[in-house]
């Protein structure tokens, strides 16, 4: 089993009369891609902060490649990006490199780095010139640097064009690929449905819910949806399996996770008679719903 390169262990943190980081614990691990989502305020930045060594928490522990937040060895371990990530405007892209490698104390290949990220044709230009994506860009050529063992990235895509995020995935992908355990701050849920390995989900200073995609669909119980296209008879079809007639020659039922294998086998049963079937899980917005938001009087959790 892989060692948590981050391990977040009962922290709790209380700010005046509020708690807003209570009794969290999370772990990750190298190589890991971890999202953390919750609404505004929920507590995501406090989180990061304090795993930065940027504010202490009041119990617990939180422990990064073995060393305590904020301590040489933890910091040397640590990358973070944040949301609007700012640089000297008159350095190009290269001299600011050059000079994060040097105080790095790191040999880099700064031009290579740069090409990596997709600024090749501006690693000479002013970054007072870069555009957000740009500097988003840059601010990940710089945590590609170091190596680092954990990356922390709040919100990395706020902000840019599709094809943009897409390629800052590609790189956070590739961060993750030479082992740096990866947790990214987001509201952007299609994109880490698709791009992490991992999901947790923060309600008001708690950890509502730390899993898979599949485990989180698995916990909520929420119905995944069957469509099944008929090839002549679509009526025929509803009054065998039930569901609703959605369009003339499609049914669409939904079933709980658990009665999944029983229905496919049950359409399956029909033969010739159906034509295709989509099988459409629960998204992880409807997932996030779910856990983000707080329990109704009477809801069983
Ligand atoms: N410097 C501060 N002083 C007092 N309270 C603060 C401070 N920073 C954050 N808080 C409070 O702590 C709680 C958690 O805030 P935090 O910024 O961690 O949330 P978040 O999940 O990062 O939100 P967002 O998605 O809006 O960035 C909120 O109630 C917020 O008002």
């Known amino acids: 089993m892989t060692a948590d390169v981050l391990k977040i262990s009962n922290a709790t943190k209380d700010r005046g009369k509020a708690r807003v980081l209570s009794d969290v614990s999370l772990t990750v691990q190298p190589g890991e891609r971890v999202a953390l989502l919750g609404h505004n305020g929920a507590g995501k930045s406090t989180l990061i902060k304090a795993v930065l060594g940027l504010t202490p928490i009041g119990s617990g522990a939180i422990c990064i490649d073995g060393a305590a937040p904020g301590s040489t060895k933890a910091r040397r371990a640590t990358a973070y990006l944040p949301e609007a990530v700012s640089f000297h405007p008159a350095l190009t ?15 880099a290949d700064v031009a290579g780095l740069l090409d990596r990220v997709g600024l090749s044709d501006a690693l000479d230009r002013r970054i007072g010139t870069y555009s957000k994506g740009m500097r988003q860009r840059l601010g990940l050529a710089q945590v590609l640097l170091g190596k680092p063992a954990v990356a922390l990235l709040d919100e990395p895509t706020s902000g840019l064009d599709p094809i943009s995020r897409q390629d800052l995935y590609a790189i956070i992908d590739q961060l993750a690929g030479q082992g740096t355990a990866v947790l990214i701050a987001s509201h952007a849920l299609t994109e880490v449905e698709a791009r992490t390995d991992r999901i947790a989900i923060m309600r008001k200073g708690e950890l509502v819910a730390d899993d898979t995609l599949t485990g989180l669909s698995r916990r909520a119980g929420l119905p995944i949806r069957l469509r099944v296209r008929a090839a002549t008879d679509a009526d025929a079809i509803a009054a065998q399996i039930g569901g609703q007639r959605i369009n003339g020659a499609s049914v669409e039922l939904n079933c709980s996770p658990e009665d999944k294998m029983a229905q496919l086998r049950r359409i399956t049963d029909l033969g010739a008679a159906v034509a295709d079937l989509e099988i459409t899980p629960p998204k992880l917005e409807d997932l996030y719903r779910h856990f983000a938001q707080e329990p109704k009087e009477g809801d069983v959790s």
């Open 93 to 107: 892209g290269r001299e600011q490199l050059t000079l994060f490698a040097k105080l790095d104390g790191a040999k």
